[in-house]
């Protein structure tokens, strides 16, 4: 089974700054996704950014990148310029592609504070 | 808007009621997924369908059952509720017919309080 891996329960940083987080995973297969999702205080589950671990290239959405290590088994997700709207919890998620089963395995979440 | 629809929003209700709470998954997709999420904890995962037959299960009590209808909405059902129960029940699809699995896509979330 696979496995999520967030060792930061909270994070913060200054509003205009840039703040990493981390996500490490265990799986033994070779095809499957890695996602970045933003909990803000509303609840709502918002994507912020997905990778192909059959792409070398790291994703980038914005002020959103990621720095995939795929041999590493790590997937972390750099905020450039934060804001106060940042402000949320982010969960690392990975995906299967094999068959129709394919759950989401999310990481236990990193509380990101933004301070001015 | 992700396009999945879950209601109600919020449930109160007391110690040993059933409730259902129900999914509307977005147009064309044929997984639909099923989540808690405990207060201040992380997403956990409780049962899979496909195209309305179960995929997977997770760590779904036994007094929790789902299904999901041909016209592929779903509901879970939680009976003999306990004050453990109360949490943030999310709905998220994915899968579109013909498609490469993707992202989940997911609902507003159903805030189920047993008092």
């Not at chain 1, 059959?54 to 590493?72: G, I």
């Not at chain 1, 982010?90 to 990101?112: D, E, I, N, Q």
């Not at chain 2, 779903?74 to 453990?84: D, I």
Request: overall charge neutral; some cysteine; proline content about 3%.
């Amino acid at each position: 089974a696979q496995t999520v891996t967030q060792s930061q329960p909270e994070m913060s940083v200054q509003e205009a700054e840039t703040v990493t987080l981390s996500c490490t995973y265990d799986t033994s297969e070779s095809d499957y996704y890695l996602f970045w999702y933003k909990q803000p205080p509303s609840r709502q589950m918002i994507l912020v950014i997905r990778q192909e671990a059959y792409k070398q290239q790291n994703a980038t959405e914005n002020r959103f990148s990621v720095n995939f290590q795929k041999a590493a088994k790590s997937f972390s997700l750099k905020i450039s310029d934060s804001q106060l709207g940042d402000a949320a919890m982010y969960f690392c998620a990975y995906r299967s592609l094999s068959g129709t089963a394919s759950k989401l395995t999310f990481g236990t979440g990193t509380r990101l504070q933004v301070t001015l | 808007d992700s396009g999945v629809t879950q209601t109600p929003k919020h449930l109160i209700t007391a110690t040993g009621q059933r409730v259902t709470l129900r999914c509307s998954p977005r147009s064309g997709d044929l997984s639909v997924y099923w989540y808690q999420q405990s207060l201040d904890q992380g997403l956990q995962f409780l049962i899979q369908y496909y195209n309305g037959e179960e995929r997977a299960k997770g760590n779904i009590l036994e007094r929790f059952s789902a299904q999901q209808f041909p016209d592929l909405h779903s509901e879970l059902n939680l009976s003999s509720l306990e004050l453990g129960d109360s949490a943030l029940y999310f709905c998220a699809s994915s899968t579109p017919f013909g498609g490469r699995n993707t992202e989940a896509f997911f609902g507003q979330g159903t805030r189920l309080t047993v008092v």
